[in-house]
């Protein structure tokens, strides 16, 4: 009897102890903070104020999850669709969480062009926001898949230079694309090839319409677009892979896995792109689509601790496009085939610090390596030997390096109605290559700038700005800008800017000579700068209520550009092409759209807009202003019952002028035809949203080369024009994506 009693004495002993050391329950109740529904399967961290105990835990179905705790900490949950919450929590204590959805614009943190990060409703630039989880249920798989769905955003494909943009009736080489602020380098004709930027790495985009030269110098005309990677998560190891498959022959493969421990943060990602070419009448074996296979490679470490933050990224691009040539008599069994090799790689260092309560000072160091390959080969189809030409136009490598050093010294406290920005900007481009003029050139723009924020009411705030730079071609204009921001009432606001622009030719637009089957385009050194005069205006409204929220927004712009660079014909017989000055070209319009959600079921955006181009030139023929009308329409409706979202994107784009110039001087124009494209899909996540499927169709109008009419018969400037039409698209097709995402906390 007495052993008895000295067991179950012993016995509630370990019980006590256990219940000591496991500690008590304390339980989270999650809860949408619009719908008031429950968030399941949430992640949930959790850790002591003493750092002695770590414990992770994923919400139930109904939003639920008990932790047993020994002492007071602080617990962060996260879930898919939803801004990160952070609390404390306490053994014992039973709290219920609201997480926000970010689905609403106005809780988006933007911070391209920022003196720090902030949302964007408190942004007095115009910024638009497209996050990752917009860009999964478009199912784009580059920049220019998503850009061209996009309001007053035109693009234009060319089989060898590949993708581009114009933005405000402007073209790419007016817009300046960055990643993680860092210019991208390698432009062809101006322009970025954008198919070249692949998504599947992205945080999100942020795009800013009109002039920023004030902060982000040459290029930067029409707007910035800057791409932000994925640089962190909560979870302390995060995994994904993804697979795509496009009915035209698309194949695309990715993964990325991320490390978080303590102060650091390690990941990796890489990708393969593959497309097996296309024509609209498929009898030869050149492609008007050509064939290519992509890599990419990204690494990146960084460090968080207190108001310390750096990062360390290295990224690498290798395309490989295929240029096959017709068969050639008399027996048909020899072609011409050439290759085009591009590599990139992008290393880049920023270092952001807190200085005292409200000042940042951020660095940013970058080196950039482009080049691009050229070979053409003899081929023999019978015995599939090939040799290389000894053409010496058939052979050739164009390499270019770009040095960046940025640094800015920043107050910013919402508080004060004194806020500024200093900084330094830094850049070197070298070119390389045979049909490099001498072989070797180098340009340099060194800038300094400074930007005031004032806000002498709780209404009203004004940014002016400047900057002084020093080009070494060309005597760099004091660039200045002038922003605005009002708000009429809490959910109204007026934005307004006036600005001063300078954009240096490029290297390639200067020395560069570009010579294959479709260009023959010759640089021009006596070219001059070009300077503009910006005005944009934009008034927005959004009204949120606990389920339902809407909105509209109406913009408007006039860019005047003086010295504007195009291309003009020298020889029509021979096809050449070189760069010349415009005395003036004016891109103007307007946009008007409309924002609707009844959350978290229906989302519609609605838009309209119209872009005017119009050239100007002394003593040679007025070429009137032609304004095209863009159409968006846009739906997403998830069926809450089965967990189906399905999307719908519709897009007119209207007729759209292309201005050249002849060779006595004359401007003459082209005008591709308007058209329609409609993609749709549907998508569902699986085990606990671990796993993603969607499936759709794109260009259901199915597209492919569209008319182009004008003085020119069509051609433009490519002898390979098509006879009078613009490749658009690939036709209908259909793709299926799969996406597996762990998480381990």
Known sequence: MK?????????????????????????????????????????????????????????????????GIRSAGIVQVSALGYNVVSDTLKP??????SLQPQVFNMDEVVVTGQYSPQPVDKSIFRVKVIGARHIEQRASNN??????????????????????????????????????????????????????????????????????????????????????????TIARINSRA????????????????????????????????????????????????????????????????????????????????????????????????????????????????????????????????????????????????KVLTNNIYDQDTSRFDQWLLRSEFSKSDMSSPFNYQLGIDLNMEQGYGRRILDKYQQIGDYAAFLSLKLQPTSRLMLQPGARYSYNT??????????????????????RASAAKGFRAPSLKELYLEFVDVNHNIRGNENLKAESSQNYNLALRYHHEKPSYDYGFEMSLFHNAITNSITLAALNTADQLYTYVNLDRMISQGYQLQFNNRIYPWLELKFGVGQTGRQQLQNNKPRVDMIYSTDVIAQAGYTWRKTGLRFGTYYKYNGDYPEVFVAQDG?????????????????????FERKLQLQVGAKNLFNNTNIAVLGDSGGGGIHSGGGGGSSPVGWGRTFFVRMNVNFDKF
């Open 3 to 67: 052993f008895r009693r000295h067991l179950i004495v012993v016995f509630l002993g370990v019980l006590l102890t256990r219940n000591t050391v496991s500690g008590q329950e304390a339980r989270l109740n999650l809860r949408d903070a619009r719908s008031r529904e429950a968030v399941a399967f949430a992640h949930i961290l959790f850790k002591s104020f003493d750092n002695r105990q770590t414990l992770s835990a994923v919400a139930d179905i109904d939003g639920k999850v008990v932790l």
């Open 92 to 97: 014992g204590q039973q709290k219920q969480l």
């Open 143 to 232: 920049l220019n898949e998503l850009m061209t769905g996009e309001l007053n955003i035109r693009g234009m494909v060319d089989g060898a230079l590949g993708s581009r943009i114009t933005l405000q009736g402007l073209g790419g080489e007016h817009i300046k694309f960055l990643i993680d602020g860092v210019p991208v380098i390698g432009r062809m004709n101006g322009n970025i090839d954008l198919s070249q930027l692949n998504l599947y790495n992205v945080k999100q985009i942020e795009i800013i319409e009109g002039p920023m030269s004030v902060i982000y110098g040459s290029n930067a005309l029409a707007g910035v677009i800057n791409i932000l990677t994925k640089d962190q």
């Open 242 to 385: 993804e697979g795509y498959y496009e009915s035209v022959g698309v194949y695309n493969f990715n993964a990325s896995a991320t490390a978080s421990r303590n102060r650091w943060t390690i990941s990796t990602a890489g990708a393969g792109n593959f497309f097996e070419g296309y024509s609209a009448v498929d009898t030869t074996r050149s492609k008007r689509w050509k064939p290519k296979r992509q890599y990419n490679a990204d690494f990146s470490a960084g460090y968080a601790y207190s108001g310390t933050r750096a990062r360390l990224n290295v990224s690498y691009f290798n395309e490989l496009l295929r240029d096959k040539g017709n068969l050639l008599k008399p027996y048909y069994e020899t072609a011409f085939d050439s290759d085009f090799t591009t590599n990139r790689l992008t290393t880049r260092f920023d270092l952001s610090q807190k200085v005292l309560s409200n000042r940042n000072l951020n660095v940013l160091a970058s080196y950039a390596y482009y080049d691009r390959r050229k070979n053409t080969w003899f081929k023999d189809l019978t015995t599939l030997d």
């Open 473 to 494: 071609r060309y005597k760099a204009p004091l660039v200045y800008s002038l922003n605005m921001k009002y708000d009429l009432r809490e959910s109204l606001s007026l």
């Open 666 to 686: 004359t401007i003459f124009r082209t005008i591709m035809q308007g058209y329609h494209t409609l993609d749709m899909n549907v998508s569902r996540e699986f």
